[in-house]
């Protein structure tokens, strides 16, 4: 199986409520989930997509139910519309949604269907109000433990645009939260080697939305984190796995001395000079009081590895990147 086909992905983005208040960004939001799943950076295929706008909750079941039943080693599912918690119980809310009935797709529900499935890895999307209510446990307002539960199976990811309690907001026709992950995705997420995981898109999205006093929520049980896409990485890894290479850091705590007379030097030291920028490029590297690698060489100053570098550097001299 290549990789497209162990990996599937339904979209489902909600515009025309029928009942309740429309909305304008989710369609929109669809599209550019798709343009990152589907493909790598590389051009390389990534996620097989399914990708659906303005369906009925019944529909949406049907869809979920596709998903959790289809042959994959890695499932994603994604929702951008209204979200609502009605006597306690999350629901994801098709076009049909009613304020008093039909309250749409219960996260309860949405939460046993996965729980069951033979799946290895989940990794649940929602980008709607409330969306944080979704994997609580039914005991979460227990007497004896005041505090919210989860119940996830392992394998299984969540990332949610908001608390149990809170909305989800769209500017400019795009919803916030899958604004922050489609950058996630292109590469503010991504790691050394140009992987993007849920912790990764997680922390991008939760640094930039304070202002928007919308707070995300993260799930998670895993004894590993596949990345969801690859990105194209800033320094290539051939230049990375040098890092541990007795012509630059022999030792993960050397330092070494720079001298403006590098640049007038033989081109085996403009080239050193050449590399150790890539290293300050992907903060591996830092300079005494915080100076850049060209100001450090001008003063005569040394650089060393970054703490971030340090472990680069164990898993360079392991051979693991």
């Avoid at 929602?126 to 505090?147: R, W």
């Avoid at 990764?200 to 939760?206: R, S």
């Avoid at 800033?234 to 990375?240: C, L």
């Avoid at 300079?287 to 060393?304: E, H, M, V």
Wanted: charged share 25%.
């Amino acid at each position: 199986m290549s990789m497209q086909d162990k990996r599937k992905a339904l979209l489902i983005g909600n515009n025309n409520y029928f009942y309740v208040s429309k909305l304008k960004g989710c369609e929109y939001d669809v599209t550019r989930m798709k343009e990152v799943l589907e493909t790598h950076d590389k051009g390389d295929p990534n996620f097989s997509v399914f990708d659906y706008v303005n369906l009925n909750n019944e529909t949406i079941e049907e869809e979920i139910i596709a998903l959790l039943e289809r042959k994959s080693t890695y499932a994603l599912l994604y929702f951008s519309g209204h979200g609502r918690v009605v006597n306690g119980e999350g629901f994801i809310c098709g076009v049909d949604t009613k304020i008093e009935s039909n309250y749409g797709v219960s996260m309860n529900w949405l939460s046993e269907k996965i729980n069951s499935s033979k799946i290895p890895e989940i990794t649940i999307i929602l980008d709607c109000c409330h969306a944080g209510e979704f994997g609580n446990s039914d005991d979460k307002n227990s007497k004896t433990i005041p505090i919210e539960l989860t119940t996830l199976r392992k394998g299984v990811t969540i990332l949610a645009a908001t608390t149990s309690d809170d909305v989800a907001a769209e500017f400019g026709g795009k919803g916030i939260f899958t604004s922050l992950l489609y950058d996630g995705f292109k590469g503010a997420a991504a790691d050394i080697l140009g992987h993007v995981n849920p912790v990764g898109l997680f922390y991008c999205a939760e640094s930039i939305l304070n202002p928007w006093e919308q707070r995300p929520v993260f799930k998670s049980f895993v004894d590993q984190m596949t990345p969801i896409r690859y990105c194209i990485p800033a320094v290539k890894k051939r230049i990375t796995r040098q890092l541990a290479d007795v012509t630059y850091f022999e030792k993960k705590d050397t330092e070494i001395k720079l001298s403006p007379s590098i640049f007038r030097g033989e081109d085996q030291e403009r080239d050193k000079v050449l590399w150790l920028s890539y290293f300050e490029k992907s903060g591996l590297l830092e300079c005494p009081d915080g100076k850049t690698l060209y100001q450090a060489i001008l003063d005569g100053d040394s650089c060393r590895l970054s703490p971030y570098g340090k472990h680069v550097w164990e898993l360079a001299l392991k051979k693991m990147i």
